[in-house]
C-alpha cells in the first residue's frame, strides 16, 4: 500500500485520507494493495483545508522540513496572514 501516516503524529477519528493522483480516493481504498497507487502521494492529513484553493487568497511557505524518510512536511499560512507575510517581505526589498 502507498498509504502513508506518520509515528506520532495525531489525526482525527475519522480520518481524512487525501491522495495526488487522477484516481478518487475511494477507489484507491477498496482496493488499497493495487501496485498502481504506489506511483501516487496517498497520505493520512489532520490539517486545516479548502474547498477549493482560490480560498487561499494568498500562500507563503515558512517552512520545509524532512519528517522521515522520503517523507516531506511543510508549513504554510494563507489568507489575511499570509498578505501580512507578503507586506513584510516587500518591506525588505
Not at 482525527?12 to 502521494?41: G, K
Not at 504554510?76 to 498578505?83: C, L, N, Y
Request: hydrophobic share 40%.
Amino acid at each position: 500500500s502507498s498509504l502513508r501516516a506518520v509515528f506520532g503524529e495525531k489525526y482525527p477519528d475519522p480520518v481524512r485520507v487525501v491522495a495526488v493522483s487522477d484516481h478518487a480516493v475511494p477507489e484507491m481504498l477498496a482496493n488499497p494493495q493495487d501496485s498502481q497507487w504506489n506511483e501516487y502521494s496517498v497520505e493520512f492529513c489532520g490539517g486545516t483545508h479548502l474547498t477549493n484553493t482560490k480560498e487561499a487568497e494568498a500562500f507563503v511557505l515558512l517552512a520545509e522540513e524532512g519528517i522521515a524518510k522520503g517523507i516531506r512536511r511543510i508549513t504554510a499560512i494563507t489568507t489575511g496572514e499570509a498578505k501580512k507575510a507578503i507586506a513584510l517581505a516587500n518591506e525588505f526589498e
